[in-house]
């Protein structure tokens, strides 16, 4: 066995940092995040350790190997028929109670096994202390201290666990009491005659509790019916305890954990108050916790979109105006064709460059996000909004997928897995398309820029907004039509408040930037081609009269009602819009780029030096504005900026009224999700949920776009 890759699976209690030690051990980048349910299908890392390959599995958070939610159900499957050689099994070492009744379930499976005690840096700063050698000696298997975010102690997992594999440390099985053992011993005898593929210890625990899902499986495995005496196994004891069997196992399991810890574990006498209870007062209050919450949001979004909108600027000029300038140039030098410098500069750079320019914006909300996130703030904004959820008829746990959505609503509908009931599952999926995703920032950014200058963080802050008051309406509709029902009652775990680091922030930041980036790169380059054959066939023919134009101006009556049908150019944005959401501001950046500039001339274009120069002095002047701008808009002083326009933002001002941008923005929001999301429906439900997807966010935008053009001309705007 010595040269086969080594297959380790890390399992542990939501939260507790294993993705974290997994990217910490192999550098990879799996998503971390201070809450629960971030992990729910399993994901890997590689990773080479003294000539040995390692493949790392980062199995969702769990409570126990019950089959009662999904995450367990996962679980299960990977540990028996995974093969896993080792199960390291990461403990929040300041929440021992909780976090070893796993273990005990773990050590039924009889697998070589490292207990690796996570968080320690806490554990200390609380002044507790754990006789690690009495410890170790209890639990059988090697024990490792561990920061995952400091990286402390974490090159001595692996080596723990060519310990554990080579001298097969298994941990100790918790022994029940005399009635029950003796009933697994019956349970075990019978097992290893029918020669059951599953260890047996774990075998007999699962059939006297009756866990439906492991029945299931062995009985796949196994060609003789089990025998009904196991029945009568589990009513003796029934009988004897006068409670159901997973009681009195779960009761002596935690016995035992009680019993190990009063040896182990010394706690400090409590003297202060803890932290977190303090601020949560506040955080968690009924009356302020929620204004509070939407006071930080707010500020957030003020910060990001000052502190982003010069270097913003700064990028659309350079590549407009700089890259734009220069390729043009050596297009003329080189003496192509005309339509090559159209295919590049006027397609894809004006479309691409305009996407690219949003970076700065992503990158500041993002570092918020994630700070939110890792803070364990989030988890709070969970809490509050359970009640509002619960309201209207939905669950409460479906507001960690809806803010998942927030990021990208992929990975938020496979969140929605850790709903166990299959109609709040789907309720919850066909709501995430409302939340408004990154991608569809850089339409707002572009929108608020042109029109609304002094209230740009205002309006952002409002579409935020209207998508999660959209989601409620929507959701208490469906709730009382196609998935009536009651919403079940649910706890919300609240993880301790944590000051990020900053690597942990910049991880998460670049991670979801790079993607940003990455897409511009490919999906949007092609798409801009693509857009760009349909905006110039027939050549030469002016861009109304093109296949697009002539396709856009036919469907763009549909939206007169909604205030931009006028024009056929934001319909024809929306159209491959529907590929990826960013596209939707590269195809504006194409279609009014061409309305600014004719015939440009390429022969004189003046000194390369000096306008590099130009550029530096540009990127630097942009943080010294970037600060002014942030302490004077904190200090709410309302203020211009001023800017030339560029040539994009003129032509989208001669096409759009302050209501009609609104309300495409509005739109925009609403609708459809990307070809990712709507794969992502198809994997986990089926063509049934895409087309109701498709018909809800079609429909719900075109109406609230509709009213709220209706009403904005009642109210007299323009
Ligand atoms: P998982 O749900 O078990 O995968 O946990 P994550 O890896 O997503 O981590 C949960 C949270 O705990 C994140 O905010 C991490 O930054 C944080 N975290 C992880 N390990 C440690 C640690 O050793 N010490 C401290 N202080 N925080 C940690
Ligand atoms: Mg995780």
């Known amino acids: 066995m010595s040269d086969r890759e080594i297959v380790i699976a890390f399992v542990g209690n939501p939260n507790v940092g294993k993705t974290a030690l997994i990217n910490a051990i192999s550098g990879a980048e799996l998503k971390v995040g201070n809450w629960p349910g971030v992990t729910v299908e399993k994901k890997e890392a590689i990773f080479t350790y003294k000539g040995r390959r390692f493949r790392l599995v980062d199995l969702p958070g769990i409570y126990s190997l019950s089959p009662y939610t999904l995450e367990e159900k996962i679980s299960q499957e990977f540990l028996l028929d995974g093969r896993p050689d080792v199960v390291v099994n990461v403990l929040d070492s300041t929440n021992l109670e909780r976090n070893l009744y796993l273990t005990t379930q773990l050590a039924d499976l009889g697998l070589p096994a490292v207990l690796v005690l996570n968080m320690w840096d806490e554990f200390q700063a609380k002044g507790y202390s754990l006789d690690l050698r009495m410890f170790e000696g209890v639990m059988g298997v090697p024990c490792v201290p561990t920061a995952a975010t400091k990286g402390m102690g974490v090159s001595q997992i692996l080596d723990a666990v060519l310990d554990a594999l080579q001298e097969r440390r298994v941990l100790r099985v918790v022994r029940f009491d005399e009635v029950v053992e003796e009933e697994l011993e019956r349970i075990e005898e019978m097992l290893r005659d029918i020669e059951c593929p599953y260890p047996l210890r774990w075998s007999s625990v699962k059939l006297l509790e009756k866990d439906h899902f492991f029945i299931e499986k062995l009985q796949e495995k196994i060609e003789y019916e089990l025998p009904p005496w196991i029945d009568e196994s589990r009513r003796k004891i029934e009988r004897y305890y006068n409670e159901d069997v997973d009681t009195v196992l779960a009761v002596q399991r935690h016995g035992y954990i009680n019993g190990l810890l009063k040896e182990v574990l010394k706690k400090p006498v409590q003297r202060r108050i803890e932290l977190t209870s303090v601020v949560d007062n506040i955080l968690l209050n009924r009356v302020v916790g929620l204004p509070i919450f939407l006071l930080l949001v707010y500020l957030m979004f003020k910060v990001t979109f000052d502190g982003s909108a010069p270097f913003v600027d700064w990028l659309d000029g350079f590549f407009n105006g700089f890259v734009a300038k220069w390729l043009g140039y050596l297009f003329f030098k080189l003496g192509l064709p005309g339509w090559v410098n159209s295919l590049v500069i006027g397609g894809v750079l004006q479309g691409v460059g305009l996407v690219l320019s949003f970076v700065p914006l992503m990158l500041l909300l ?143 930041t670049w991670l979801r930037t790079k993607a940003f980036i990455k897409k511009a790169g490919t999906v949007i380059v092609a798409a801009m081609v693509i857009l760009w054959v349909f905006l110039n066939v027939p050549f030469g023919a002016p861009p109304e009269k093109t296949i697009l134009g002539r396709v856009s101006s036919a469907i763009s009556v549909l939206f007169v009602p909604a205030g931009f049908g006028r024009d056929w150019r934001p319909v024809a944005a929306l159209i491959p819009g529907t590929a990826a959401k960013e596209i939707i501001v590269g195809a504006l950046g194409q279609l009014y780029g061409v309305a600014g500039k004719d015939e440009e001339n390429y022969s004189h274009p003046g000194s390369f030096v000096k306008d590099l120069k130009e550029q530096a002095e540009g990127f630097v002047g942009a943080f010294k504005e970037a600060f002014r701008l942030i302490f004077a808009s904190l200090g709410s002083q309302a203020l211009s900026v001023e800017e030339e326009e560029s040539s994009v933002a003129s032509a989208i001002k001669k096409s759009f009224t302050p209501l009609s941008a609104f309300s495409y923005m509005v739109f925009c929001l609403l609708w459809m999700p990307c070809v990712a999301t709507l794969g992502m429906f198809y994997k986990e439900f089926g063509w049934s949920m895409v087309g109701l997807s498709v018909l809800l966010t079609t429909s719900v935008p075109w109406l609230v776009s509709t009213v709220i053009y209706t009403v904005g001309r009642l109210l007299g705007y323009s």
């Open 366 to 508: 993002y570092i918020f996000m994630s700070f939110l996130e890792e803070s364990g703030y989030m988890a709070r904004a969970a809490f509050l909004m359970d009640r509002i959820m619960h309201a209207v008829g939905l669950h409460g746990k479906s507001f960690i997928p809806l803010v998942i959505g927030f990021g990208c609503n992929v990975p938020a509908i496979l969140a929605t897995r850790a709903l166990e009931n299959e109609r709040d599952r789907k309720l919850t999926a066909l709501l995430i398309p409302f939340m408004s995703c990154g991608a569809r920032l850089p339409i707002y950014a572009l929108f608020a820029g042109v029109f609304f200058t002094k209230h740009r963080a205002e309006v952002v802050f409002s579409m935020y907004l209207l998508g999660m008051l959209i989601s409620l309406i929507v959701g208490f509709i469906l709730r009382r039509t196609v998935f009536s029902g009651e919403a079940p009652p649910f706890i919300m775990e609240l993880p301790p408040y944590r000051i990020p680091t900053f690597k942990m922030l910049w991880r998460s």
